[in-house]
């Protein structure tokens, strides 16, 4: 079992960057896939980013949201039991709250039910 937290959120002008992190405890996080999702006011959460577990069930395939791709790039050190999630090119639309993510890689990837365990997320707010 994992239990996630996120940090890394605030406000930034259109165009900056942020990195969020996403901290486990629990000495098996290394084999879990984490992913992001992202849920803006008024919205359903939608997948953003997910990464890849050191697993014999895992391909460490990476995937992206097409909305995101070339702006955000998921990483992780298991050392540090951490996965970030750099931001770059920021637009009001990325306005939302973001989740952190973790699942058994042997689930069906992207999809937010197959996250079993969640953590309580951080804002971003990016202003034009």
């Known amino acids: 079992q994992v239990q996630p937290v996120e940090s890394g959120g605030g406000l930034v002008h259109a165009g900056g960057s942020l990195r969020l992190s996403c901290t486990a405890s629990?000495?098996?996080?290394?084999?879990?896939?984490i992913g992001w999702f992202r849920q803006a006011p008024g919205k359903e959460r939608e997948f953003v980013a997910e990464?890849?577990?050191?697993?014999?069930?895992?391909?460490?395939?990476?995937y992206y949201a097409d909305a995101v791709k070339g702006r955000f790039t998921i990483s992780r050190d298991n050392a540090k039991n951490t996965v970030y999630l750099q931001m770059n090119s920021l637009k009001p639309d990325d306005t939302a709250s973001y989740y952190c993510?973790?699942?058994?890689?042997?689930?069906?990837?992207?999809?937010?039910?197959?996250?079993?365990?969640w953590g309580q997320g951080t804002k971003v707010t990016v202003s034009s």
């Open positions: 993510a973790a699942r058994h890689p042997a689930t069906q990837p992207t999809v937010e039910s197959s996250f079993v365990y």
């Open positions: 990464s890849g577990a050191e697993s014999v069930w895992d391909d460490y395939a990476t």
């Open positions: 629990g000495d098996s996080f290394s084999t879990y896939r």
